[in-house]
DNA sequence: GGGCTCCATGTGATTTTATAACATCGATGA
DNA sequence: TCATCGATGTTATAAAATCACATGGAGCCC
């Protein structure tokens, strides 16, 4: 079934959104324009509602919701689900953070305060996930709406595959 | 495929997929592709498998899993979990069925037989659902994909939105 | 200050969705 | 005959999400 051989990466040293970078700075960057937008529209960025975004800015690819609350119990913070639920619907409403439908799991906003549509490439092998733009209104699905006179509000765009480390991991 | 163009009032006609046509057709030449494919493969389409796919059929929404098992014990099949979830993995697997991810629900393919990457529409207002065709690779996704490097193997592309009839009814 | 509302947080309990683990049975074929 | 395989069935459990209700602080009006 699951091809051994490719341990998952580790988040901490692996090339991540499928590109080496930076990445103390993603998590400072991802709390910054938390708080410009939250100060902006008048939202309240509450500790756990920072804390969670904290951990899902630590790591490039999607969190369950167990494993958030995990964390944030060990933060200190309640330890029921629904403490872990409410903080992520407040990012992901807020467009702070987005849900993975294919992994029912959570991933920080790579691109926090600019209007977008996400689309994700999922790794299968390292379970990383890079963020990227869609453009819904265009293409086929677009189109196919136009035509049946369906108006879209909300797109879910997912790409399930290999990204270009473990494919190289794979070749060798 | 179905033609749409009946005149109404026929009550085996009802708008669905967002489009009228004869319904009673889609079953019946669903469950015979679904034949036509799993004889040609060397698939089982067993009773339950059968039974599940028409069950999907009748609808042109998405079904939960107890959904489709609650029919599938009224039909005198097994009562357990496993006995929807086999079945569905079966069709999905072979393409005689898409799961929504959005909504953890299943729906009877619109085009069996031919090798696509689905998209669909769902209404958030009457849970209806229309299958269109995606093409993954063209557009902002595959672009990103290709400049990422990452091997694109399967799509996950669903628009939340209302549809005509239920736009219309708003309107209203 | 007193009392009010609002909203965020916390809790226990429950519902919904999905899998694990194992037994049986019929078809196939050595 | 009997070994194997895949399908179906069962019980039990895991994982994901929500409900219902209590508490407590911030802001506000009087």
Redesign the pocket.
Known sequence: MTSPGHPKADPATEPVGFAAHDHGRCVATGIAAAEARCSEQG??F????RKALEILLQEHRAL????VLDR?RNA????????????L??LVANGLAH?IER???FIACAHPGTRHSPAFMICRLCDSVAEAHATPTRGALGQAAREAGFRIERTVVEAEGVCPSCAEKADA
Chains 1, 2 share one sequence.
């Open positions: 939202l309240q509450t500790p756990v509602r369950g919701a167990y494993d944030l200190g913070f309640g330890s029921q689900p629904p403490v872990a639920y409410r903080a619907d407040f849900k992994l029912n799991a």
